[in-house]
């Protein structure tokens, strides 16, 4: 999520703008660039790399609550 936050900020003023100050020249900008960010989206929100990073990190959080727990035990 963080990593698209910049891009969703961005896009959803140019959509705001697009839905108050509808114009030729605006309109043609919005829609020349939402592919662009639809498939940057897409991307990053169906990225394996992404994905395995984030369950390494996943992984080793529950190694580190499990270890902890064990500490926990041999202390009672």
């Not at 959803?12 to 639809?38: C, F, I, M, S, W």
């Not at 929100?45 to 499990?66: G, P, R």
Request: glycine letters at 6%.
């Amino acid at each position: 999520e963080k990593m698209q936050e910049p891009l969703g900020y961005v896009w959803g003023v140019a959509g705001h703008l697009n839905g108050v100050k509808n114009g030729d020249e605006l309109r043609a900008a919005y829609e020349e660039n939402q592919p662009a960010v639809v498939k940057v989206s897409s991307k990053v929100s169906q990225s394996k790399a992404v994905y395995d990073a984030l369950k390494k990190i996943e992984e080793s959080w529950e190694t580190q609550e499990s270890s902890s727990a064990s500490d926990d035990e041999f202390m009672t």
